[in-house]
């Protein structure tokens, strides 16, 4: 990111790139609050000591005060704040992916990774996904990297397409060339298979 090699590096120092990322397999802190987990995502922008923490100064309230508000703030922007005292294992599927995406979305990123959001979503939470991302790339101004093989979210939210098959590249290019290419059916749908695939 930005021309330094994120290859081996710590995860607070990726974040620390405007790197943030979901996971294919949703990865919430399930015994805190749907607000305490938007609230760690922050720790990375405290910018107070220990000593700050343990005499609770002036610095700490004011940081902790940010935190607060910043975190309440993304609740309501992710339609989330009828959650905030609720533990995300008590929330359906859906919202679990809308509250790791604010989580994501907490650190300000300037890249965000998505590994296969739409996975294990229904149809309807498959359609509020592709509306909430949209959005989210629009409101938030980042670029948006995805992995995911449901091709309806993929014709819908992807500008540029890498169509990757046991590793290797078949095609690349944008929704409409993507389509219709040759390689992509043979290799997702077979050689006996015709498809459109609808946007």
């Known amino acids: 990111m930005g021309g330094v090699p994120t290859r081996g590096l710590k995860p607070h120092r990726i974040t620390s790139l405007g790197i943030a990322r979901t996971f294919q397999n949703i990865r919430l802190w399930n015994n ?11 720790h990375y922008w405290l910018g107070y ?11 700490y309230a004011r940081a902790e005060a940010g935190v607060d508000r910043s975190s309440w703030e993304m609740l309501e922007l992710m339609e989330l704040k ?19 995406l604010a989580r994501a979305l907490t650190i300000k990123p300037r890249l965000l990774l998505l590994d296969e959001p739409a996975a294990g979503l229904n149809s309807a939470d498959v359609d509020g996904l592709i509306r909430v991302v949209d959005w989210i790339y629009r409101e938030f101004d980042l670029s948006v990297w995805m992995i995911e093989h449901q091709m309806k979210v993929v014709m819908a939210l992807c500008e540029r397409i890498t169509v990757l098959n046991f590793g290797m590249v078949i095609a690349q290019g944008s929704p409409g060339q993507i389509q219709g290419n040759p390689e992509v059916i043979k290799a997702y749908l077979g050689n006996d298979v015709v498809c459109d695939v609808a946007c």
């Open 82 to 100: 009828p959650y905030a005292s609720e533990f995300p294992k008590n929330l359906p599927y859906g919202l679990q992916r809308r509250v790791e």
């Open 32 to 42: 805190m609050s749907v607000l305490d987990n938007i609230r760690l995502a922050r």
């Open 49 to 59: 000591s220990l000593w700050d923490a343990l005499w609770r100064t002036k610095r």
